[in-house]
């Protein structure tokens, strides 16, 4: 009984987060800048990315500053990973989340805000389910030799 | 077999294929999706056009020739079906387009008044061949053939225009050019042996009725092949990739278990309720997971799990 409440549970937060990226009126198909460009207009202010080397076992942070955002993720990550870390930051910035999630970071940052890729929380595992939308928009669960087309 | 039923033979062929490889792969694209429904509905409209079902159709609704309706219909719906795929392969597709639908629903409701309006007392599987001398009989056909015609030329030219833009279609798209070129001239064909038929020139019934035939055997074959030639070598990709996938995630998760256990972590994948349509998310998910919790257990990402793609660093 409580593995069919747990699937249900599961197959529910997808389902959520698939509304959620749903709402956002995005293309079927949009490359990752077209994507960063339409977080950048609902975030109010470019973002910069960029890689930097991060504390303890963070893999990616987003940081507001009163001109622009920085994006940053760690040197050492695969090209999966990293894409997937931005996906993650650029989902906090579509859901509006107003602030940091990690107490523990934010006296690192110099920036007001932060969101880290972290899945610590029932809300960072949210976020990730909707990163993992974005990652279908973006294409990058497609294979490389098939590009959509008519009949295919 | 009737005429209709010899023509709808392809298009069974491709939706049984693409039935096939939804039940096995369970992932297509809008487009597929869309061609899919389009195969179901032509290939019902064709085939209900046989004296068994026509009989047993009137005798369940008491409209003797409902089975030609509901054919021709259904052939309205899967051009519609035809157009919404093609719209669905454009980057911005606007699948809900109000012009579209609003002429879809106004020919269709065009054909059950003009239907009304033929004196056709008897079953009969040759519909246009008994009752085609009636002004409103060749109205009903002509306005059916008209759509079907407009629909399948601009899915011609979209196709034509993929192959200027460099979209990679195959030579297979040819074909389905080729068929499109047919269907419009047998729409021609049709309204013109609609028009003599009630002007009664029985010659020219003659003539144009025996060009039918070929032009439509060869056309819904022209179709058929050449929107397999999409299909199909996708379908066989698809398969060896779920195939592949699928030994992937056996030999994987139980080294993210184990890398799990080694960094004290834990992150979605193995609380999300998978559907087999979701294996690539799936995959995806695993690769990305594996590395978080190797670096948090300060361990190598294992080889099998870097998933490297062009299209990745194209992202990138």
Redesign the interface.
């Given at each position: 009984m409580t593995g069919v409440r747990e699937r249900f549970g599961a197959r529910r937060r997808q389902a959520v987060a698939r509304r959620s990226v749903r709402r956002l009126g995005l293309p079927r198909r949009l490359t990752l800048p077209a994507l960063l460009a339409r977080a950048e207009s609902t975030l109010g202010k470019p973002i910069r990315l960029r890689t930097a080397d991060l504390p303890g076992d963070l893999s990616a942070r987003f940081i507001q500053r009163a001109d622009h955002a920085l994006l940053e993720t760690r040197p050492d990550l695969s090209e999966r990973s990293r894409v997937a870390c931005v996906l993650h930051e650029l989902a906090h910035v579509f859901l509006a989340d107003p602030g940091c999630d990690h107490q523990a970071y934010t006296g690192l940052l110099t920036g007001r805000t932060a969101f880290t890729r972290s899945l610590d929380t029932p809300h960072e595992q949210a976020v990730e389910l909707v990163a993992d939308e974005l990652a279908l928009r973006i294409g990058l669960l497609d294979p490389d030799d098939r590009e959509p087309g008519i009949f295919r | 077999m009737t005429l209709h039923v010899w023509g709808s033979i392809p298009v069974w062929v491709i939706l049984t294929v693409l039935v096939v490889r939804l039940l096995l792969v369970r992932t297509q694209?809008?487009?597929?999706t869309w061609?899919m429904a389009c195969c179901g509905f032509v290939a019902v409209g064709l085939t209900i056009n046989q004296p068994d079902v026509t009989t047993f159709l009137a005798g369940v609704t008491h409209v003797p020739n409902i089975a030609d309706l509901v054919g021709r219909c259904l052939m309205v719906c899967g051009m519609f079906a035809l157009a919404q795929?093609?719209e669905a392969?454009a980057?911005?597709?606007k699948l809900l387009r109000v012009s579209r639908i609003v002429v879809c629903v106004v020919v269709l409701l065009t054909l059950v008044v003009l239907f009304t309006m033929v004196d056709a007392p008897t079953p009969t599987a040759q519909f246009m061949t008994v009752y085609g001398d009636q002004l409103p009989t060749a109205l009903y056909s002509a306005v059916e053939m008209t759509y079907i015609a407009v629909v399948i030329a601009r899915s011609a030219a979209?196709?034509l225009r993929?192959f200027r833009s460099g979209?990679?279609?195959g030579r297979m798209?040819w074909l389905f050019v080729v068929g499109a070129v047919g269907l419009v001239l047998l729409a021609a064909i049709a309204i013109a042996l609609d028009a003599v038929h009630v002007a009664g020139v029985d010659g020219a019934v003659r003539v144009l009725s025996t060009v039918y035939a070929p032009v439509f055997l060869l056309s819904m074959v022209l179709l058929a092949v050449g929107?397999a030639g999409?299909?199909l070598p996708?379908a066989a990709?698809?398969f060896r990739?779920w195939r592949d996938t699928r030994h992937r995630f056996r030999s994987l998760e139980p080294e993210l278990r184990r890398l799990e256990a080694a960094s004290g972590h834990t992150?979605?994948y193995f609380?999300?309720?998978w559907q087999r349509r979701q294996w690539?998310?799936r995959?995806?998910?695993l690769?990305?997971e594996i590395?978080?919790r190797a670096?948090?257990a300060g361990q190598d990402?294992p080889a099998a799990a870097?998933?490297?793609?062009?299209?990745?660093?194209e992202?990138?």
């Open positions: - | 694209s809008a487009s597929v061609l795929s093609v392969a980057r911005s597709a979209a196709v993929g979209d990679g279609l798209y929107a999409g299909v996708d990709r698809e990739d992150g979605l609380t999300i309720a690539r998310s995959l995806h998910r690769a990305v590395e978080d670096r948090e990402v870097t998933l490297t793609t062009a299209r990745l660093r992202l990138s």
